[in-house]
């Protein structure tokens, strides 16, 4: 069991940067494949970034790729998801999510993880 504790949402401005984070208690948490995932208001769940054990491997939504970084410190049980030159339409709830077995990598269905976290609210204004 693992239980996910999301932070650093809140209110900025078109292009500016925020960096969420992701702290986990339980279990090991460099056991678990990371996973940052947003769902807009009205629209369905999307998967953002995923990253390995170490973080040597990551994995991003296409139409994200290059505004978007996802990275891990297990010395802290933390994940981080960078986000640069934000937008309107990155308005959301954003989630981490946990998963015990690589063999979805690179896991980018909801479906393939075990843990979620409450998740955490970006809204950006213009």
């Known amino acids: 069991q693992v239980q996910l504790v999301e932070s650093g949402g809140g209110l900025v401005q078109a292009g500016d940067s925020l960096r969420l984070s992701c702290t986990a208690s339980?279990?090991?948490?460099?056991?678990?494949?990371m996973g940052w995932f947003r769902q807009a208001p009205g629209k369905e769940r999307e998967f953002v970034a995923t990253?390995?054990?170490?973080?040597?491997?990551?994995n991003y939504a296409d139409a994200l790729k290059g505004r978007f970084a996802i990275s891990r410190d297990n010395t802290k049980n933390t994940v981080y998801l960078q986000i640069n030159s934000v937008k309107r339409e990155d308005t959301a709830a954003y989630y981490c999510?946990?998963?015990?077995?690589?063999?979805?990598?690179?896991?980018?269905?909801?479906?393939?993880?075990?843990?979620w976290g409450q998740g955490t609210q970006v809204t950006v204004s213009s």
């Open positions: 999510a946990a998963a015990n077995y690589g063999s979805c990598w690179p896991c980018t269905d909801g479906s393939d993880y075990d843990y």
């Open positions: 990253s390995t054990w170490s973080g040597g491997r990551t």
């Open positions: 339980g279990r090991t948490f460099s056991a678990y494949i």
